[in-house]
């Protein structure tokens, strides 16, 4: 069974946790294919890039126990594809990926009459050490870079 949701909605981006969350317009087409699976094709707005794309396929839970995804983003992640993997739980699903070696990326998608996805980047303990000293104060950890949510 494949059915198709065509939603509009906002995509709030920041690039470091100091900065403040900055709103766009966004839409989000989402297909379900089967029981589990889906893709999400969205767009959002970057403050300074303008215009962007993605899409997210996401198969069923496996025998594992462990759902698997793929993420292409024009300004986050091109031009190869991000293998996640993770949960679901209902209609939530909880997907991750190391990049940079310490770093990682997470990404929870809410599916229903609305449908949300949240990005967050997770900024290693080794990274801090790098900042300049004029820098806000960070912490480790995972901040919501992208907060999107579509009707």
């Not at 198969?59 to 986050?76: F, I, N, Q, Y």
């Not at 293998?83 to 770093?103: F, I, K, N």
């Not at 997470?106 to 900042?131: H, I, K, Q």
């Amino acid at each position: 069974m494949i059915t198709t949701q065509s939603l509009t909605g906002t995509c709030a981006f920041r690039l470091m946790p100091v900065d403040p969350l900055a709103d766009g317009p966004s839409s989000a087409l989402v297909t379900r294919v089967g029981e589990q699976g889906f893709t999400l094709h969205y767009t959002w707005v970057h403050p300074a890039d303008g215009e962007q794309r993605g899409v997210l396929l996401v198969g069923g839970v496996g025998e594992d126990g462990v759902v698997e995804a793929s993420l292409l983003d024009t300004w986050h992640q091109q031009p190869g594809l991000m293998q996640l993997t993770g949960t679901r739980d209902g209609s939530r699903v909880d997907l991750s990926a190391p990049y940079m070696e310490e770093w990682a990326w997470e990404v929870s998608v809410e599916l229903g009459d609305d449908v949300s996805m949240t990005m967050r980047n997770v900024v290693p303990e080794s990274a801090l050490a790098m900042l300049p000293p004029d820098s806000p104060p960070m912490s480790a950890g995972p901040y919501d870079a992208m907060v999107a949510v579509w009707r």
